[in-house]
């Protein structure tokens, strides 16, 4: 890992450290989780793809690998505690092993799958309540047109595919898939992070018609994980929101 990379990462565990001790201590909490909830946040589970871009974050809050948490087929890993009266899980998708390539499971599959499984987990494996928030925290790459600078954390709005072209109605609908993140103003003003629209798609490189797709979307952001995750958040009912912290910019 560069050390680029590494302080990176440990900018992202000092945020999410800090999203912690703000959204399970403050007043602002159900305002940052969801609207139509009443209910105190009691559980909550952090989907994060790279176990590099988690690492920081779980040893800063002392959590340990629960290594029963996941189907033994797939690769995910699971890492649990507690903040304050706040349970934790942290899931990372844990690494290839079916191309034979030991890489990071990245992109939108993996993404999916790990974060069904994770909220089907603790709502079936628990007390039956489940999570009560989900979120999605990784790098990113930001744009300048939006205010982005690398090193920003941006709490996200909303999220949608800039990948999916299919051009013709529902689906042209349907491949942006866009989702609406949880209220997040409250919890951005406390920690210093700015907001805006997250896009997502598989690859780290761009094409003209992703660029289009961004542009329309009004992408602060870009990554490949987040849209994924909403959708298996939104098929379980959980709320979700996303961490972004700018690794490099898109447009500059």
Same mark, same amino acid.
């Given at each position: 890992?560069?050390?680029?990379?590494?302080?990176?990462?440990?900018?992202?565990?000092?945020? /999410?450290?800090? #999203? =912690?001790?703000?959204? %399970?201590?403050?007043?602002?909490?159900?305002?940052? &989780?969801?609207?139509? +909830?009443?209910?105190?946040?009691?559980?909550?589970?952090?989907?994060?793809?790279?176990?590099?871009?988690?690492?920081?974050?779980?040893?800063? /809050?002392?959590? #340990? =690998?629960?290594?029963? %948490?996941?189907?033994?087929?797939?690769?995910?890993? &699971?890492?649990?505690? +507690?903040?304050?009266?706040?349970?934790?899980?942290?899931?990372?998708?844990?690494?290839?092993?079916?191309?034979?390539?030991?890489?990071?499971?990245?992109?939108?599959?993996?993404?999916?799958?790990?974060?069904?499984?994770?909220?089907?987990?603790?709502?079936?494996?628990?007390?039956?309540?489940?999570a009560d928030l989900l979120i999605n925290a990784g790098t990113s790459g930001g744009f300048k047109s939006k205010g982005a600078a690398v090193g920003d954390v941006f709490l996200t709005t909303d999220v949608a595919n800039h990948d999916r072209r299919i051009p013709f109605p529902p689906f042209d609908v349907y491949g942006i898939g866009k989702v609406e993140s949880a209220p997040v103003a409250k919890l951005a003003e406390e920690i210093g992070a700015k907001t805006g629209?997250?896009?997502?798609?598989?690859?780290?490189?761009?094409?003209?018609?992703?660029?289009?797709?961004?542009?329309?979307?009004?992408?602060?952001?870009?990554?490949?994980?987040?849209?994924?995750?909403?959708?298996?958040?939104?098929?379980?009912?959980?709320?979700?929101?996303?961490?972004?912290?700018?690794?490099?910019?898109?447009?500059?």
């Open positions: 890992m560069t050390a680029i990379g590494h302080r990176h990462f440990v900018r992202l565990a000092v945020v /999410l450290a800090s #999203t =912690a001790s703000a959204k %399970f201590s403050t007043a602002s909490a159900m305002s940052a &989780a969801a609207s139509s +909830s009443s209910r105190a946040i009691k559980s909550v589970a952090v989907s994060i793809a790279m176990e590099a871009e988690a690492s920081p974050f779980v040893k800063h /809050l002392g959590l #340990t =690998a629960d290594d029963d %948490f996941f189907p033994p087929e797939v690769p995910f890993r &699971a890492f649990r505690g +507690s903040h304050g009266e706040c349970q934790l899980t942290v899931v990372t998708s844990g690494k290839d092993g079916v191309y034979g390539t030991g890489a990071d499971n990245v992109g939108t599959v993996s993404a999916g799958l790990m974060t069904f499984l994770a909220l089907q987990k603790l709502k079936n494996g628990g007390d039956g309540s489940g629209t997250c896009t997502t798609g598989n690859s780290i490189d761009k094409h003209d018609w992703d660029q289009r797709h961004m542009e329309e979307n009004g992408a602060a952001v870009k990554d490949m994980e987040y849209a994924a995750i909403a959708w298996s958040a939104e098929l379980n009912g959980v709320p979700h929101f996303g961490v972004k912290v700018v690794t490099d910019i898109v447009d500059g």
